[in-house]
């Protein structure tokens, strides 16, 4: 069974930095993109940042030259380096990998909560 372990949020104030990391474990063959969704009250899970297996990222416009979303593949983790933090990046932060065991599969982590300050 494919287990997600997220840590590293917290609170810290505006400016300041968290890293994110997310772990897999568990029957896993290789994985497939990993990335990082938000989720704040009253509003859908966004995409914050996503990787591919070859290394290719892509950024929502708001966190765009702030964040940096990276992965080391012999440790089956991504990590998301939040800097320049703002109050509105304030919220639940889910990691999501995809995950090829006898097929693909998409897992979520358990959340992180990240708030910023002001």
């Known amino acids: 069974q494919v287990q997600l372990v997220e840590s590293g949020g917290g609170l810290v104030q505006a400016g300041g930095s968290l890293r994110l990391s997310c772990a897999a474990s568990?029957?896993?063959?290789?994985?497939?993109?990993m990335g990082w969704y938000r989720q704040t009250p009253g509003k859908q899970r966004e995409l914050v940042a996503r990787?591919?297996?070859?290394?290719?990222?892509n950024y929502a416009d708001s966190v765009k030259d702030r964040f940096t979303i990276s992965r080391d593949n012999a440790k089956n983790t991504v990590y998301l380096q939040m800097n320049s933090l703002k109050p509105e990046d304030t919220g639940v932060y889910y990691c999501n990998v995809g995950v090829y065991t006898s097929a693909l599969y998409d897992y979520w982590g358990q959340g992180t909560q990240v708030t910023v300050s002001s």
């Open positions: 568990g029957g896993i063959f290789s994985i497939n993109a």
């Open positions: 990787i591919t297996s070859g290394g290719r990222t």
